[in-house]
């Protein structure tokens, strides 16, 4: 099992920047997929980036150029960094743990992102 645990979310203005984190414990994150998702109510959940255990990455086509996935593994935390953020980037983001470009064995319960026009 693992759990994870988002940080980083908050008010932003469009143009802006924002970090999330995702922290694991309970079992080593590297060995995993880790994926970031979002979703704005009424809407599915779609995914924003992912990177698999060896470093490849994967971004959907609204946020490439913006937006970097990474992971420290020396840490068991993998992140999001969010730069010229747009009033569409508005959402709850989640990380997720598993396989594949889009793991989703393991969930964090979400931090709330709000980027202001």
């Known amino acids: 099992q693992v759990q994870l645990i988002e940080s980083g979310g908050g008010l932003v203005q469009a143009g802006g920047s924002l970090r999330l984190s995702c922290a694991a414990s309970?079992?080593?994150?590297?060995?995993?997929?880790v994926g970031w998702f979002r979703q704005i109510p009424g809407q599915e959940r779609e995914i924003v980036a992912s990177?698999?255990?060896?470093?490849?990455?994967y971004y959907t086509d609204s946020v490439k150029g913006r937006f970097t996935i990474s992971r420290d593994n020396a840490k068991n935390t993998a992140y999001l960094q969010m730069n010229s953020l747009r009033p569409e980037d508005t959402a709850v983001y989640y990380c997720a743990a598993g396989t594949g470009v889009r793991p989703n064995n393991y969930w964090g319960q979400g931090t709330q992102v709000t980027v202001s026009s």
């Open positions: 990177i698999r255990s060896g470093g490849s990455t």
């Open positions: 309970g079992r080593t994150l590297s060995v995993y997929a």
